[in-house]
């Protein structure tokens, strides 16, 4: 079960370092679509998107530092940039 675990969270900390660095494909479709959406969505929209996800992908960083405890802390050097960047 430990090496499962450990084999998902390598997963999810991609995702979540792609969300940080605004890389994800729900971040980059909304500005590679701008110019065929003109007008549905407004600077706003996306900025508060990009809040409400950011925000939930630094809950899950809080979770996983929860869970691993000890063992996080070098995966806490790969989110503290980004997420400094945030605070």
């Known amino acids: 079960v430990d090496v ?3 084999i998902d969270a390598e997963d999810i900390s991609k995702h979540l370092l792609e969300i940080f660095e605004k ?3 729900c971040q980059t479709a909304d500005l590679e679509d701008e110019d065929d959406r003109a007008g549905e ?3 706003d929209e996306l900025a508060e998107h990009d809040s409400l996800l950011i925000g ?3 809950d899950c960083v809080a979770e996983f530092a929860e ?3 000890d063992a996080f802390e070098p995966i ?3 989110f503290l ?3 400094a960047g945030y605070a």
Do not use: G, S, Y
Request: charged share 25%; aromatic share 4%.
């Open 23 to 25: 890389k994800a494909l």
């Open 56 to 58: 939930a992908a630094a």
């Open 41 to 43: 969505e407004d600077e």
């Open 4 to 6: 499962i675990a450990a």
């Open 76 to 78: 806490m050097d790969t």
């Open 81 to 83: 940039p980004h997420i």
């Open 67 to 69: 869970v691993f405890a």
